[in-house]
């Protein structure tokens, strides 16, 4: 975008002009296509950036902050010739993440109530009553530890499009715990002898899921906001969080006579696809980066290292859990496989191998 006018030094609002500088149709970026989506329309530049728009600098600057203004390049290790060019491929902003976000609270609140008005939850495998009590009780933490992460982790994020699908990816963790919590609590209230704080035992205390607990916390200690996004969607989505949701608890649940917990924790698998795929996206486009292309496949590859370790062993130590039910419809090895399967297929489609 090149300014036509001669008083481009003004700040003044305005003051340079462009070409399309007077229309409606926010023809002042490059769209990814051939037309600007409304994506675009309402994310692009929305955070702007004194190398495309701001003549004098950063509008603000966060006090404490390493100067330079509001948001820096250097927050992440990464390079990128161009940050603006990432585009999130489930196109979602503002409104279109509110209204997803209701449709499924709705759904899954409709299936609690449902389950309880029929007492659903009253014929649950007793043996497996205990394992919702403790493991999905623990799980959540794990989904909670992974939202907060994201949610520091977007306010780093150098455009807008980036802290959008950070953010939402945080939501949609957020929303999961907060159904895990409330799905367990509700049904609690109709079982003898439910306690509401072995979840949080077991996460704290139970050497089965302290490996899980390094390799979240681990996470959310890193000071690199790209490399929390990568770590989180990359390397342990698939070989701990689909391990456990889709690999344990959507499929044994059946086999123990519980139909509910299925459709509660069902949204999180989509909610995954969609954050993977804006994920790839952007670190795509890095490791493909003209100029820095090279430093940030090794940057990745170093991130893929370090945290495929943890989340190996947090993967591992889950095992027992699957020798737990009465019904038994798959085994961890079986699932194992599945988990290792989707990591190499991301990794490969990354050239990261």
């Known amino acids: 975008?090149?300014?036509?006018?001669?008083?481009?030094?003004?700040?003044?609002?305005?003051?340079?002009?462009?070409?399309?500088?007077?229309?409606?149709?926010y023809n002042y970026f490059e769209p990814r296509g051939k037309r600007a989506t409304h994506y675009e329309d309402v994310t692009v530049d929305v955070q702007p950036d004194p190398e495309r728009y701001l003549i004098q600098n950063w509008?603000?600057?966060?006090?404490?902050?390493?100067?330079?203004?509001?948001?820096?390049?250097?927050?992440?290790?990464?390079?990128?010739?161009?940050w603006h060019a990432f585009r999130a491929p489930d196109q979602e902003w503002e409104r279109t993440h509110y209204q997803r976000q209701s449709k499924i609270e709705t759904m899954v609140q409709n299936v609690i109530t449902n389950a309880r008005k029929a007492g659903a939850h009253k014929v649950f495998d007793k043996n497996w009553q205990s394992i919702l009590q403790k493991h999905l009780g623990a799980w959540k933490h794990a989904e909670f530890g992974l939202g907060t992460s994201l949610m520091q982790a977007q306010r780093y994020g150098y455009t807008q499009m980036i802290n959008n699908a950070t953010l939402t990816n945080s939501s949609y963790k957020m929303r999961l715990t907060q159904d895990v919590t409330l799905y367990l609590a509700e049904i609690g209230m109709d079982i003898d002898g439910w306690n509401d704080e072995l979840g949080k035992k077991t996460w704290l205390e139970d050497p089965i899921w302290q490996p899980t607990r390094l390799a979240v916390e681990?996470?959310?200690g890193c000071e690199d906001y790209l490399e929390q996004y990568f770590a989180i969607n990359i390397v342990f989505e698939p070989l701990v969080g689909e391990l456990i949701r889709s690999g344990f608890f959507m499929q044994a649940a059946a086999a123990n006579n519980d139909f509910i917990t299925p459709p509660v924790i069902s949204a999180a698998e989509a909610d995954y696809e969609r954050n993977l795929a804006n994920t790839v996206d952007l670190i795509y486009l890095?490791?493909?980066?003209?100029?820095?292309?090279?430093?940030?496949?090794?940057?990745?590859?170093?991130?893929l290292t370090k945290h495929r370790d943890l989340a190996d062993k947090a993967a591992a130590a889950l095992q027992p859990i699957w020798s737990q039910p009465h019904s038994k419809p798959v085994s961890f090895e079986d699932v194992k496989a599945v988990s290792h399967e989707r990591l190499n297929h991301i990794v490969a489609e990354l050239g990261l191998e």
């Not at 600057?61 to 990464?78: L, M, P, R, V």
């Not at 890095?286 to 991130?303: M, T």
């Open 59 to 82: 509008i603000i600057e966060f006090e404490g902050g390493k100067g330079g203004g509001a948001y820096q390049k250097d927050s992440t290790a990464a390079l990128s010739s161009n």
């Open 286 to 303: 890095l490791a493909n980066d003209e100029k820095h292309g090279a430093h940030n496949k090794a940057l990745f590859k170093s991130w």
């Open 218 to 220: 681990t996470i959310m």
């Open 1 to 25: 975008m090149v300014a036509t006018s001669s008083s481009v030094g003004s700040g003044a609002a305005g003051a340079a002009q462009f070409v399309g500088s007077t229309s409606r149709k």
